[in-house]
């Protein structure tokens, strides 16, 4: 059974960092692109970076664009999302998710087919 945890949120001040970790079980990442997705209260989830070690690309929602980077230890199952200066309009739940290789260029909620259950981001002073 797929199996994906995340971890590292927590509570950080304005223009501060924080790494996210998901490790994956279940399934190998050469075959899955893996997803960083947001929700914070009241709104929809939206995609923030998607990743294929197997392509070797990356996306992002302009949003964070030179400001996060999504990375991955395919020895260690493990999928990273390093988060600089962030903002109070960064908080959210932050999920990873699995989708095939054909969407390693999609940011849509629908095409992931695997989910976690997500980690607290709270930028605030």
């Known amino acids: 059974q797929p199996q994906l945890v995340e971890s590292g949120g927590g509570l950080v001040q304005p223009g501060g960092s924080l790494r996210l970790s998901c490790v994956v079980s279940?399934?190998?990442?050469?075959?899955?692109?893996i997803g960083w997705f947001r929700q914070a209260p009241g709104k929809e989830r939206e995609g923030v970076s998607v990743?294929?070690?197997?392509?070797?690309?990356?996306l992002y929602t302009d949003s964070v664009k030179g400001r996060f980077t999504i990375s991955t230890d395919n020895a260690k199952n493990t999928v990273y999302l390093q988060m600089n200066s962030l903002k109070p309009g960064d908080t959210a739940v932050y999920y990873c998710a699995a989708a095939g290789l054909y969407y390693s260029d999609s940011l849509r909620v629908a095409d992931y087919d695997y989910w976690g259950q997500g980690t607290q981001v709270t930028v605030s002073s």
């Open positions: 279940g399934f190998s990442l050469d075959y899955y692109a």
């Open positions: 990743i294929s070690s197997t392509e070797g690309s990356t």
